[in-house]
């Protein structure tokens, strides 16, 4: 479907046994970005709803790791050119059609953001299908979740605390020689984070900037890495000052 400055479209993958993938893409004019789950400190993340669909029991939509923008408006995390957003389907009954519906707001930026919107249907495992490109997508590019400290190329080593009086932690990262990497923070809804340039040892800074005032216990966060065409997720967990535990 065509768009403000952008395409959308719900494509499908193979169905069998009841799962099925499906994808969807929004592809961009020239010099304009769209945005991931967490836009950063401005954009608009997408918004889907998928309540018009049948025999679905469950979605998941999986996120390409990001980019790192910086404008006038500030840090956001985007995506330039195209993006394909795989989603795993599993459907209530196997022996049945899966029918997406989806209606989708996701925002748009050159100079300014302007929200976009479609609506979109299909009929999973008819037609075309993109079954090797959402797969591709799948295996290269959304990132692959291991434990802090996993070993690897790309790794989230160990969230250290600083002093008593700072709020955040210092991520201690591995990437590859020559890859300077960028680090996304996501925390539960109120808290904000913000993050450095890596260090010359591959350290990078994380900024408590916000919590609820009435924070309590611990909370998880996730932590996305992307070097070069590589990224990885691990979550840590922080007591209730920002602290890991």
């Given amino acids: 479907m065509q768009g403000l400055h952008s395409r959308v479209q719900l494509v499908s993958g193979d169905k069998e046994a009841g799962r099925a993938l499906a994808g969807i893409e929004i592809a961009l004019d020239p010099g304009f970005k769209t945005y991931w789950r967490d836009p950063g400190e401005s954009g608009l993340p997408p918004r889907f709803d998928w309540s018009g669909s049948e025999n679905v029991k469950s979605l998941d939509i999986r996120w390409p790791a990001p980019s790192r923008s910086q404008d006038a408006a500030g840090i956001s995390y985007v995506y330039h050119d195209s993006v394909l957003l795989p989603v795993i389907v599993e459907a209530e009954d196997p022996a049945k059609p899966i029918r997406l519906s989806l209606s989708i707001e996701y925002g748009i930026c050159k100079d300014i953001c302007i929200p976009a919107n479609a609506k979109l249907e299909r009929v999973l495992g008819t037609g075309p299908s993109r079954q090797s490109d959402i797969a591709a997508v799948l295996s290269s590019k959304v990132p692959r979740v291991q434990a802090i400290g996993a070993n690897g190329d790309l790794s989230i080593l ?15 990262l591995r990437a590859p020689a020559g890859l300077s990497p960028t680090l996304f923070v996501e925390g539960p809804e109120g808290w904000y984070f913000s993050t450095a340039h890596p260090d010359d040892q591959n350290r990078i800074a994380v900024t408590l900037d916000e919590k609820p005032k009435d924070a309590a216990g611990d909370v998880s966060v996730r932590l996305t890495l992307v070097a070069g065409e590589k990224s990885v997720e691990s979550v840590v967990r922080l007591d209730a000052s920002g602290k890991p535990r």
């Fill in 158 to 172: 160990a969230a250290e605390s600083g002093s008593q009086a700072e709020s955040g932690f210092t991520a201690v």
